[in-house]
């Protein structure tokens, strides 16, 4: 497989998580002045939820320095047929590599300790939010699209 | 518009959200036996929500009996492009109208019931999880679909 280390997030990775999330946003001609607000209000929600495990996930490392990484939550979620005796879900996000290193098998290690985890756990069912470069590797692990649909409410 | 009457739900809904639940489950050749594990899981799960309103929502009335309705929760969620300041996004479920009285505008009326509160709230962006048979009512009130994908674990 591929020369780079895996290792657990924890509580002092806070800004490379943010960074991470920042420019997995930066697409679709995103600037990094039309993501920053998301960034500058997604640091202190992460923060408390980072720093007592809530928030949990994986970087992977090229000479120490993180060059991707992901992240999951347990989140509440009412009883549904695909989950019908669990009231909650993991939920996988901030799934990122740096684009000169992808295509060499990290997301796919990345999102096997997902799922790995999520087995761990004992949770049923996965979702997450897939841009258009991702979908294709989580086709492979078998997820399929939801029927989600979404509204923004006019101000 | 139709003759139907809207009123809020409350803590003594609690069965007939059940029942709608359940019945909208019951789709795509899913019969009674297979959706009730989920419905004995869901009555507990939604019963400290709908006693101190984190669950909300509107049933359709005919001669007094709730023949449809929709829940509405303001759930936690990251800070995201669709909703840069905001950690929390409006999640719409149960929506249900009983079959004999569908194509009258119950659908369209409990569904802008929710865009209302949404602005209400303040919320930015909302959520829900579309049946085959809700997504053209949904697309004609602009929503879309999003690019949620998911995955059951394996036992």
């Known amino acids: 497989m591929s020369g780079f280390d895996l290792r657990p997030i924890g509580p002092d990775d806070l800004e490379t998580i943010c960074r991470h999330r920042h420019e997995m946003f930066k697409v679709s ?8 607000p998301m960034t500058e209000h997604f640091r202190p929600w992460l923060k408390p939820l980072l720093d007592d495990g809530r928030y949990f996930g994986w ?14 939550m347990v989140i509440d979620w009412p009883p549904h047929p695909s989950h019908p005796t669990q009231s909650s879900r993991g939920y996988v996000l901030n799934m990122y590599v ?3 290193l992808r295509r060499m098998g990290l997301g796919r290690q990345l999102m096997e300790l997902c799922s790995q985890e999520a087995e761990r ?3 049923d069912y996965l979702v997450l939010h897939a841009t258009k470069q991702g979908r294709g590797l989580y086709e492979k692990l078998g997820w399929a699209a939801t029927s989600e649909m979404a509204l923004t409410i006019a101000k």
Do not use: K, N, Q
């Open 98 to 100: 740096e684009p000169e």
């Open 121 to 123: 756990r004992g949770l």
């Open 29 to 36: 001609g995103r600037t990094d002045e039309m993501v920053a």
């Open 59 to 72: 970087f992977a490392l090229s000479a120490g320095r993180a060059i991707g990484g992901v992240g999951m």
